[in-house]
Nanobody, 121 residues
Framework: QVQLVESGGDLVQPGGSLRLSCAAS????????MAWYRQAPGKERELVTR???????NYADSVKGRFSIARGNAKNTVYLQMNSLKPEDTAIYYC???????????????WGQGTQVTVSS
């Protein structure tokens, strides 16, 4: 079994900052990529940013220059630094990973339970 646990969601004023964390645990052999998605009320889930095992990253146009994804020093941890937050960033943020599990063949895609980010004055 593999588990992704997110933390750091909160209520923040426009222009503020938050840092989300995601920790992967369980029978993990290696992680191919980790990503953050978000889903706002009434909207489809969308990719926010992804980081590959080699360190390359990509971002949705809506968050470029404001959000930053980085791996933590702790193994299998990833952070999302969100600056200059806007009301339209309000959503549930989900951690996602493509990984290989010990004793299993093939890549697995795993989701966290989500953490709420609300940007409002």
């Amino acid at each position: 079994q593999v588990q992704l646990v997110e933390s750091g969601g909160d209520l923040v004023q426009p222009g503020g900052s938050l840092r989300l964390s995601c920790a992967a645990s369980g029978s993990i052999s290696s992680i191919n990529s980790m990503a953050w998605y978000r889903q706002a009320p009434g909207k489809e889930r969308e990719l926010v940013t992804r980081i590959l095992s080699g360190g390359s990253t990509n971002y949705a146009d809506s968050v470029k220059g404001r959000f930053s994804i980085a791996r933590g020093n702790a193994k299998n941890t990833v952070y999302l630094q969100m600056n200059s937050l806007k009301p339209e960033d309000t959503a549930i943020y989900y951690c996602n990973a493509d990984l290989y599990m010990l004793g299993f063949i093939g890549i697995r895609n795993t989701w966290g339970q989500g953490t709420q980010v609300t940007v409002s004055s």
